[in-house]
Structures are given as structure tokens and as C-alpha cells.
């Protein structure tokens, strides 16, 4: 796989909600490259605070353009010195990194369930499934949040025609609920649906137990912390159920160990041993 680490300009910048962000930049060497599921690496300040770049999954590529698009949630150091960048700003970028997503290939109905921040890869899957002959009504996403401000881009969700569904905990937009609480039911109207997934990890969990409840196949995308992105430093590592017959692992314990950056973010549903 190939990589590129460069300064790309910001192209455009949209503020979304109070604290959601949408940034474009001219990077055509990793937009052409990007698949969903991919995430790139951004360097968020000049000097040496924070020290590690920010993960951000990719939530939208234009490789004629040479466009690439992510969404942010302002939360810690390295969002607020993002959010504080204007147009014309150039920023250190690595990417494409991580292993995304296969594009779907199946009769069946496919369900996409995004949680805050994790609906970037799922956009971008959508659409990719869109432009591959997938029906967009056999496309069901749903797009939740706590709150109605913490909802990401639901107006390009709209424009892709999917049947979607917009959950709130609160009821302060769409259906009052979580994701989790939509997906259930989507599941029962649906004929053995394929399911994708990204969000907090205490989402994923329940969204991994209804994958396997239910009898079906998934994928989920994971949100971690990863300090180098290319699998150097193993900080994101998680514990995954190994494969059968793989015999002792090299520490006799029952699980093998997959770094999120380097063999992930995606991973079948039922792989991940949640703790």
C-alpha cells in the first residue's frame, strides 16, 4: 500500500454545529489512493504539543479534483488547534492508512449504523456501494447522536438516497433513541442484512452482540488513539479471538493481539474481544 506524507493546503471549511467541523483539502496523492474505511494522520500543531498527529477517518474523496474531505468533532488539544486553522492553512497529512472496507457484494439489504463521529467511513462506503450498482434502496443508515448538535452531515446523507434514519438520545432530532436501539428494529424488518458499523466502543460492543445474536455478518470500524498510524509503535493494539487451530499463542494466553491502524479499523464482526 502506498502512502504519501505531505502539507496540503485547507481548501474549504464548514462549521456544521457548534463544535463539528467539515475541512476539504487538495491532497490528490492520497485521495486518489483512499478507500472507505481509510484514515489519514493530521499534524495539528507547529511545534511540539501535542506531539502525536490526530486520526481521521476520510469522509469524502474526489480523485478528479484531487479533493479529500474528513469531518471532526472539537473535543481535546489537538481538535481545538484544527478548529482554530483557516483557509489556505497547510497541514502535515499521512494517509491513506488502515485497511477499510471491501465494498459490498451481496443480494441482501445492507445496513449502515454510525454513531457521532463514526459516520465518515459509512458516507463514504454508501456512496461507493452506490456507484458499484448497489440499489440505494436496499441501503438502510442510520446516523445517531446524543443530541441533535452532535449529529454529523445528515444533508450529505440526504443526497446520497439511501433510506435513512436519524436517531437522538435526547428526541432533539429524528427518532428518539440510540443507534443501537434503531438498529434492533431495523434487523427484524429486514431479510438476514448485512451490517457496518463505526462509533464509541461502548456502541460497537452492543452492535457486535446484535451481529452475532441475530446470526448475521458485519463489520466494524474501531475508534482508537494511534500514535504513529502505520503500525510502528503497537499503542492501539486490541485483544481479537484467534483464529482455530492456531495452537498456543506466543504468551499462552487465549487471544492474539491486531494493531487498529495497521489490521484494522475494520474487523469482522464476532473478531474483537471487548473488555
Known amino acids: ?48 504539543f501535542p506531539l502525536w498527529p490526530r486520526p481521521f ?39 491513506p492508512l488502515g485497511n477499510g472496507f471491501d465494498i459490498p457484494n451481496t443480494k441482501n439489504d445492507i445496513i449502515m449504523a454510525a454513531g457521532g463521529v463514526g459516520l465518515p467511513p459509512l458516507y463514504m462506503l454508501s456512496k461507493w456501494a452506490i456507484n458499484s450498482g448497489i440499489s440505494k434502496s436496499k441501503i438502510t443508515f442510520i446516523s445517531g447522536a446524543k443530541t441533535k448538535d452532535e449529529l454529523f452531515d445528515d444533508a450529505s446523507l440526504d443526497s446520497l438516497g439511501v433510506n435513512l434514519e436519524i436517531c437522538t438520545d435526547d428526541g432533539s432530532k429524528g427518532l428518539k433513541g440510540t443507534v443501537v436501539d ?24 452492543r452492535v457486535d452482540a446484535l451481529i452475532i445474536k441475530n446470526n448475521l455478518h458485519g463489520f466494524l470500524s474501531l475508534e482508537q488513539l494511534m500514535p504513529c498510524g502505520y503500525g510502528i509503535c503497537s499503542g492501539c493494539a486490541i485483544k481479537v479471538v484467534p483464529p482455530d487451530r492456531h495452537g498456543p499463542t506466543d504468551d499462552n494466553r487465549d487471544y492474539h493481539l491486531k494493531r487498529v491502524c495497521k489490521e484494522g479499523p475494520v474487523f469482522k464482526a464476532g473478531e474483537v474481544i471487548w473488555e
Open 182 to 205: 434503531i438498529l434492533e428494529k431495523e434487523i427484524e424488518k429486514n431479510n438476514s442484512p448485512l451490517v457496518y458499523s463505526c462509533g464509541p466502543e461502548k456502541m460497537l460492543e
Open 1 to 48: 500500500m502506498r502512502v504519501f506524507s505531505d502539507q496540503f493546503p485547507i481548501a474549504n471549511k464548514v462549521k456544521l454545529a457548534p463544535l463539528l467541523y467539515k475541512y476539504s483539502f487538495h491532497a490528490p496523492s492520497i485521495s486518489t489512493l483512499a478507500k472507505p474505511g481509510q484514515f489519514i494522520q493530521i499534524k495539528t500543531s507547529k511545534d511540539y
Open 57 to 95: 477517518s476520510i469522509f469524502d474523496t474526489d480523485p478528479k479534483t484531487g479533493m479529500l474531505s474528513i469531518i471532526f468533532k472539537q473535543f481535546g488539544c489537538g481538535t481545538s488547534q484544527l478548529a482554530d486553522m483557516d483557509i489556505g492553512d497547510s497541514l502535515q497529512l499521512l494517509g
